[in-house]
C-alpha cells in the first residue's frame, strides 16, 4: 500500500541553509540518513500514513488550504531527540498561531480517514523540526551535538506558501496557499508557477507589511552569513 505524507517544503534562504547544514554535517561526520536520497529540508505537518481515501485526503488539504492565506513561521535554534530508539538532530522551528492552528486542523481531518504512523497526529501539541541528522548518528550523536552548539543559532523568518503530499515520497499535489489553488505533480514542479506564487506572496507582503523571503540582496546577506557559520 502506498504511503503518503503531508509536509512543507522550505524556500528561499531558509532552504540554502538547511541544505548546507545537512551536507556539512553528512561530510563531516561521515553519515548519510538524510543525504542517502537528496536532501529536501521540510516540516512535516502529517503522517507518514496509508489510506484507501486518496481523493479525500486531498480534497481534505485544499479546503483547509483555503481557509489560510500568510502563514509565518521562523528557525530558531538548534535542537535533538536522544531517545534510545530515536536519536535525531533537528532545527527548531518557532510556529506562529497560523502554522499551529493549519496543522491541527489538517491533523483532526485527516485523522479519521487514514491511518497514521506518527502518535504526535493524535494531539494538538506538535514539536515542529526540521530533521538535520537521523538514522546513522547513533555512535556519532554526542559529537553532532557539540559541533552544532558552536554554530550560530539560525534567526531565519519564513512563511508556508504550499502544502505538499507525497505519496511513496514523490510529490503528489501541493495545495498553493497564495494562489488558491491545487496543484497537479507537473504544476508544482514548474517553475513558471512557482515564479507565480512568489510574485502574488510579493505583492501580499507589500499589502501587509511582511518581509519577503525572496529578495536577492537580503538572501545574499544572509547566505554569507550561513557560509561563514559553518565554514564554508
Given at each position: 500500500?502506498?504511503?503518503?505524507?503531508?509536509?512543507?517544503?522550505?524556500?528561499?534562504?531558509?532552504?540554502?541553509?538547511?541544505?548546507?547544514?545537512?551536507?556539512?554535517?553528512?561530510r563531516?561526520?561521515?553519515?548519510?540518513?538524510?543525504?542517502?536520497?537528496?536532501?529536501?529540508?521540510?516540516?512535516?505537518?502529517?503522517?507518514?500514513?496509508?489510506?484507501?481515501?486518496?481523493?479525500?485526503?486531498?480534497?481534505?488539504?485544499?479546503?483547509?488550504?483555503?481557509?489560510?492565506?500568510?502563514v509565518?513561521?521562523?528557525?530558531?535554534?538548534?535542537?535533538?531527540?536522544?531517545?534510545?530508539?530515536?536519536?535525531?538532530?533537528?532545527?527548531?522551528?518557532?510556529?506562529?498561531?497560523?502554522?499551529?492552528?493549519?496543522?491541527?486542523?489538517?491533523?483532526?481531518?485527516?485523522?479519521?480517514?487514514?491511518?497514521?504512523?506518527?502518535?504526535?497526529d493524535?494531539?494538538?501539541?506538535?514539536?515542529?523540526?526540521?530533521?538535520?541528522?537521523?538514522?546513522?548518528?547513533?555512535?556519532?550523536?554526542?559529537?553532532?551535538?557539540?559541533?552544532?552548539?558552536?554554530i550560530?543559532k539560525?534567526?531565519?523568518?519564513?512563511?508556508?506558501?504550499?502544502?505538499?503530499?507525497?505519496?511513496n515520497?514523490?510529490?503528489?499535489?501541493?495545495?498553493d496557499?497564495?494562489?488558491?489553488?491545487?496543484?497537479?505533480r507537473?504544476?508544482?514542479?514548474?517553475?513558471?508557477?512557482?515564479?507565480k506564487?512568489?510574485?502574488?506572496?510579493?505583492?501580499?507582503?507589500?499589502?501587509?507589511?511582511?518581509?519577503?523571503?525572496?529578495?536577492?540582496?537580503?538572501?545574499h546577506?544572509?547566505?554569507?552569513?550561513?557560509?561563514?557559520?559553518?565554514?564554508?
Amino acid at each position: 500500500m502506498a504511503v503518503y505524507l503531508i509536509e512543507f517544503r522550505f524556500h528561499g534562504y531558509a532552504k540554502k541553509y538547511a541544505r548546507t547544514l545537512i551536507y556539512d554535517i553528512a561530510r563531516k561526520f561521515n553519515v548519510d540518513g538524510v543525504t542517502k536520497k537528496r536532501a529536501v529540508p521540510h516540516i512535516t505537518l502529517f503522517g507518514p500514513f496509508t489510506t484507501r481515501n486518496e481523493r479525500q485526503v486531498v480534497s481534505t488539504v485544499a479546503s483547509i488550504g483555503q481557509k489560510f492565506g500568510l502563514v509565518p513561521f521562523s528557525l530558531k535554534d538548534f535542537n535533538y531527540f536522544n531517545k534510545k530508539t530515536n536519536k535525531v538532530i533537528y532545527l527548531d522551528i518557532e510556529p506562529s498561531h497560523e502554522l499551529e492552528e493549519l496543522r491541527w486542523e489538517l491533523a483532526k481531518n485527516l485523522h479519521p480517514i487514514t491511518n497514521t504512523r506518527s502518535a504526535f497526529d493524535k494531539y494538538k501539541k506538535f514539536y515542529f523540526h526540521s530533521t538535520i541528522a537521523f538514522r546513522d548518528i547513533d555512535g556519532k550523536f554526542s559529537n553532532i551535538v557539540e559541533y552544532i552548539k558552536t554554530i550560530e543559532k539560525p534567526i531565519i523568518k519564513q512563511h508556508l506558501l504550499r502544502i505538499t503530499i507525497l505519496k511513496n515520497g514523490k510529490i503528489l499535489y501541493e495545495y498553493d496557499l497564495i494562489q488558491k489553488r491545487l496543484l497537479d505533480r507537473r504544476e508544482a514542479r514548474s517553475k513558471y508557477y512557482w515564479k507565480k506564487t512568489i510574485q502574488q506572496f510579493k505583492n501580499m507582503c507589500n499589502e501587509f507589511e511582511c518581509e519577503v523571503e525572496s529578495d536577492d540582496n537580503f538572501i545574499h546577506s544572509i547566505w554569507e552569513k550561513i557560509k561563514s557559520a559553518i565554514g564554508f
